[in-house]
């Protein structure tokens, strides 16, 4: 027999999901400390060694000694991976070389410092992103960390040593560790090693106790570092309940449950419960479960349970609500999933009479709750005359009751026009089709008016004696008072069935709401488009006139969007918008905060604080706002802070990627172009010194060839330096074109011979289709073009073989090749062989690597194409595709414009 937890379906997939995580490959060990100094490196390697010992593949990837003599002697006997250098401002960093640990692959691997930041030039800003691609190829990972580098705990932890910390780990890869094991130490034992000098030398040791290791700073950086792993190891056990189906709660920790509803008494509960959950510094959770009989409540009874929620939410508590069609199966069923060991309910305030007759929650929950503690609490007595007088239903229009005559009335009419013709037993089905079309028309007050009608008139109208309320015969009391039992249930189970119908459709409305807006905020990451989707479907879903007030960098607010067309709000108060925005709390219309407003003012809270403050009125319901739509418009609200957020986090990633970006161009530069700068200046000084030193000595020949040499060097010197303003200019869109008509051949000409002194005669061999073909070019740019694919051809073809240029015309462009007999470009590197820096396997020594991407930029700013081909028999072929020319026509433009 499957219990009701088994058969959900929910419950299965999440079983699967965690099976699914159990056996992902690579599994995050961390150890983890409150500070440093109190031996998580030293427990890591101690354990690595037992591990070893077993006959695991265990590997020293990185591991941060500091100097310790003790945590040094335990590296001996593991194998340790390479470091790898980084050059980085002149000087040489030793980081972690993740490629060679991905090429050895362990089966654990040890990186200290989960939160250390990598140097430029690495493939990863951080080095926790290191270890997930570690764990992603299947490696388990042993790491350190301390607590104050936990993301969520970084405004703590500043709070309370008055120290920022800039290095921190997202707290996804903490919750992705299957082990997390604390190292810990007395805080007067950690000061007297720091005394010692073991964990940092002499004058910092000194500077850090005055500080950061303060004893007050330790105490409570041990506390938290006690509640991440107590709150991790609390988080496993759960897991393992829900994958093993563990019903019953496991009371390792004591957490309540309490259960409110639409009663005054609510508020007092929650606050009796809030002064329980202190006393026993335990957490603690609020639910309120929605039935079919939720949609018949009044207003005022809607609104106190969302204010009984929000009551809950300032004292600290977790709110939920639940929906099902028992209060007490689903507040139960909460408490097992959460694993509460107690429930708080109030006192009921209804008859005894009633609870014997209608059943009482309180019973129902204290027999269903198994193990779990249940605790009644009572209120104080105005609080339970409150609870006597309150409504929970919404009258019916006095209509309703009319209508419910008028349908008796007309089943009377078939009913008697029937008698004659059938029997009793069918007449009597007319009058419980009334009934059923009065409950699901007008609700149950009427349909049950209807039933003990129904059973009136058929009496008096088609039971014998007729026209009187006798019974000639004692078998038609049984069947009156059958009918009027089936009645009053068909009435019942219809509004229920009802009632039920319309939350469900009130749910699928609210998450088709939801989901549209999601899907479409997820599709873009511009905050401009984030903020007119959200205020889109807001206006649409609300019926509403919507408006945003965001803040400047002083915090100023100023409306910087609003809804479109009609929905447009232009009457908005700032001074409201600005009270909202201080205190992250719902105010305006409908509120208890400055309700002479005409619109609600709603917090965009996302994961950061406050991003700004959201604007509605309502145009159909005026200055009423119903506590169910509030909470969706809150919903809503946070959607659209998280999307902003997020979008955020990205251009702040792309920024990221951007700066390390360029400082490895900054890196590849100095280190190409160093030695490229070296050469020529070298040959230029040594020529020139020779020149200057020995005059006399030299012959004639002698100090030709040694002006020559300086002459061809400072040429060499000078087209670097081309090349480096040309792809500034490039990178940056500042190229201007002074578009004209050229002829192709004067072009290629041009370039030809301003690389023949280095090429020589004969090396060249210039084939064109058309010598009249002209180009709408900038002659001097694609000039430049030209010789960087000659000079990059010449580096490439051995002395005895030639270079050919060559040029082919169709009707609208001219593809201009230029071969050479080198040893080619493989697959892997077309891709990239016109980026900067770049430069090919096979290349020599010289080269700045610029050239080709150059090229590639002018020619792009013409509007051409350029690619690489593998040349048949040998080699590679540079082609470079411009528009011919358009007779008389001349412009000028610029590039990226």
């Not at 006997?77 to 960093?93: A, D, N, S, V, W």
């Not at 309910?345 to 009633?354: E, S, T």
């Not at 002209?774 to 000039?783: F, G, M």
Request: proline share 4%; hydrophobic share 40%.
């Amino acid at each position: 027999m499957m219990t009701s937890e088994e058969r959900d379906p929910g419950a299965f997939l999440a079983r699967i999901k965690e099976e699914k995580s159990e056996g992902a490959p690579g599994r995050l060990k961390i150890f983890f400390g409150a500070v440093a100094g109190v031996g998580k490196t030293y427990c890591m390697l101690q354990t690595a060694r037992k591990l070893k010992a077993d006959g695991l593949d265990v590997v020293i990837g990185y591991v941060e000694t500091h100097g310790r003599a003790e945590t040094a002697a335990l590296l001996e006997g593991l194998e340790q991976i390479p470091l790898k250098k980084l050059e980085y401002r002149g000087t040489q960093q030793l980081e972690f070389d993740l490629d060679a640990a991905l090429s050895r692959k362990p089966q654990v691997i040890l990186v200290d410092e989960l939160a250390h930041t990598n140097a430029p030039g690495s493939r990863h800003i951080k080095r926790w992103q290191d270890v997930e691609e570690l764990l992603d190829s299947g490696v388990d990972v042993f790491t350190t960390l301390n607590v104050q580098h936990v993301e969520s705990l970084n405004d703590l932890v500043d709070h309370i040593t008055g120290v920022p910390v800039q290095e921190r780990v997202p707290d996804s890869i903490i919750e992705r560790a299957y082990d997390i094991e604390l190292i810990d130490l007395p805080p007067d034992e950690l000061i007297q090693r720091v005394k010692e000098g073991k964990v940092y030398l002499q004058e910092r040791a000194m500077h850090a106790l005055d500080n950061f290791f303060r004893k007050g700073n330790l105490i409570a950086l041990r506390e938290l570092a006690l509640r991440v792993t107590a709150d991790r190891v609390e988080a496993q056990m759960d897991q393992y309940r829900l994958s093993r189906q563990i019903n019953e709660p496991w009371p390792a920790s004591e957490k309540i449950l309490v259960c409110v509803s639409q009663s005054p008494l609510s508020s007092t509960v929650v606050r009796a419960a809030r002064r329980m959950a202190a006393g026993l510094r335990a957490k603690w959770m609020v639910a309120y479960v929605q039935t079919p009989k939720s949609a018949s409540m009044s207003a005022p009874d809607r609104n106190r349970v969302v204010q009984t929620l929000r009551l809950a939410e300032q004292l600290g508590a977790e709110s939920r609500e639940l929906i099902g069609s028992s209060v007490s199966e689903e507040i139960v069923k909460c408490a097992r999933q959460n694993n509460v060991s107690k429930i708080v309910v109030g006192k009921p305030a209804q008859a005894r009479w009633k609870e014997m007759l209608f059943g009482s929650v309180v019973d129902d929950i204290i027999r269903r709750s198994g193990i779990i503690d249940v605790y009644v609490i009572t209120g104080e007595k105005h609080s339970h005359e409150a609870a006597q007088t309150f409504s929970s239903r919404q009258r019916t229009k006095p209509n309703s009751y009319i209508k419910a005559l008028v349908v008796v009335a007309l089943c009377t009419i078939l009913a008697k026009l029937m008698l004659p013709y059938f029997e009793l037993s069918n007449v009597v089905m007319t009058y419980m089709l009334g009934v059923v079309i009065t409950a699901n028309q007008y609700g149950r007050g009427p349909s049950v008016l209807a039933s003990i009608l129904s059973v009136a008139t058929f009496d008096f109208f088609c039971v014998p004696p007729y026209l009187t309320f006798a019974v000639s015969d004692t078998q038609y009391v049984v069947t009156f008072a059958v009918m009027l039992t089936a009645a009053l249930v068909i009435s019942t189970l219809t509004t229920r069935v009802k009632q039920q119908a319309e939350s469900a459709r009130q749910r699928e409305e609210r998450t088709y709401a939801l989901f549209s807006m999601s899907r479409e905020l997820s599709s873009t990451l511009d905050s401009q488009g984030l903020f007119e989707i959200g205020l889109r479907h807001i206006s649409a879903v609300f019926h509403s006139q919507t408006a945003l007030f965001l803040p400047d960098e002083k915090e100023n607010l100023t409306v910087h969007a609003r809804g479109l067309g009609r929905h447009a709000l232009w009457n908005v108060d700032s001074g409201v918008a600005l009270w909202v925005f201080r205190n992250k709390k719902p105010a305006g219309a409908g509120t208890d905060t400055l309700p002479a407003a005409e619109a609600i003012y709603v917090p965009l809270l996302g994961y950061k604080g406050v991003i700004g403050v959201l604007v509605v009125s309502f145009l159909e319901e005026g200055r009423f706002v119903s506590p169910d739509r509030l909470r969706l418009l809150e919903t809503f609200a946070s959607q659209i802070a998280i999307a902003c957020e997020r979008a955020d986090l990205a251009g702040e990633s792309e920024k990221a990627r951007l700066q390390m970006r360029s400082e490895q161009l900054k890196n590849t530069l100095l280190s190409s172009v160093s030695h490229d700068l070296r050469t020529p200046l070298s040959t230029i000084a040594g020529a020139a010194s020779s020149i200057a030193e020995d005059a006399t000595g030299l012959s004639a020949h002698d100090r030709k060839a040694l002006a020559q040499m300086i002459c061809l060097e400072s040429q060499r010197l000078n087209s670097l330096v081309t090349n480096l303003l040309a792809v500034t200019k490039v990178d940056s869109g500042e190229v201007e074109l002074s578009i004209e008509d050229y002829p192709l051949d004067e072009i290629i000409g041009s370039a030809v011979s301003a690389i023949i002194p280095a090429i020589g005669e004969g090396r060249l061999e210039v084939r064109l289709d058309d010598n009249d073909a002209e180009v709408s070019v900038d002659e001097p740019l694609i000039q430049q073009v030209f010789v960087n694919l000659l000079e990059n051809a010449l580096k490439h073809t051995p002395d005895e073989c030639k270079i050919e240029v060559t040029a082919t015309i169709s009707d609208t462009e001219v593809v201009v090749s230029v071969r050479d007999n080198g040893p080619g470009v493989s697959d892997r590197e077309k891709c990239k062989i016109f980026e900067k820096f770049q430069r090919g396997s096979n290349a020599g020594s010289g080269g700045s690597g610029l050239g080709l991407a150059i090229a590639k930029g002018i020619v792009h700013a013409h509007g051409g194409k350029i690619w690489v081909e593998d040349a048949p028999g040998g080699g590679a072929i540079f082609k470079v595709a411009l528009p011919l020319a358009a007779k008389g026509k001349r412009r000028c433009i610029a590039s990226g414009s």
